[in-house]
């Protein structure tokens, strides 16, 4: 049996390596798991970039994992069996009253990035061994390939979006921005019964788009979305507005872009520098407006994220940009933060 994870980590800015710990002592309550790919998130690749430096270093970074399990711990449940893929819930204990009303994403426990005794910070993701405490792992279909088993955490997200949202089957459901959330949150979004318009303005992004079904997709540098997007609405406007980007421009084409009455915004992606929003309060109260945030996902969307892509009822093999071995880690983080790059994949 091997007793060494090799994993990717985060020394500096600019500076990813492959690193070599021994792998944990397994738990009661623990899983070995052979981890197969781990896609790089935005994240992983800002911090890479140097934009976020409230993230420490060294960071072994990397949730959005695929795996098999190896080996249990004694108390493990028994229908999870050596040999089946998993994918991984974001961390929570279970114990507290968030995680014991539902709400996992609100756990008091939850450490952030924590920081192990050998001194790596976060979940070693890039890692080709983890240790992994049993209650986090979702089965996936065996037939699903790894890198598409690792879009289980960016599913749940946008899902968790969705039911806050509560899209109505047969609204108006603009996205804007067709990045991998965009064209995951618009696959959700027809998948809930939306009809579904596309704001994009880079050329690659508005092709990907098409390539998934998607006809009214707005290309913004040639055209004025508010205009089109009621132009498509005999003139009413969008019924629900996804912002899968964050920026005060995007933000003012939203309001513009929204029905008069009771039309509802979420707000799933952050933006940085921080973006304004420009809305008095007594338009929300007369117009009976809708605004609302949402960020991570609970259990009960992580369950549908599972059955959403076990059943290929979204499509993200399009959203794979490439794929590179663990070696390469360095490589990959560097294609991951191309602007208007899918997601990168690391194969472990
Ligand atoms: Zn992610
Ligand atoms: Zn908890």
Redesign the pocket.
Known sequence: MVDKMKFGVLIRAHQAEVHERPIPELGDNEVLIKQEACNICTTDYGQWMGLREHQPYPMAGGHEVSGIVVKKGKNVRKDLYIGDRVAYMHY?????D???SGY?SD????PGFPKWPDGYYGFFGFADYNVKDAKLLIKMNKDLPPEQAGFLEPVSTVIQGAKRIKIIPGETVVVVGAGTMGLINAQVARLYGGRVIITEMMERKIEKARKLGFEDVINISKEDPAKKVKELTNGKGADVIIMAVGNSKANQQALDMLKKLRGKILFFAAGFPIPELKISSNDIHYRKMELIGTYNADIDSFFDAAEYLNKRLINVQPLIEESFPLEYIQKAFEIASIPGNYRVSVKL
């Open positions: 929570f204990c279970g114990e507290c968030a995680c014991r996992t756990c008091i426990n939850n």
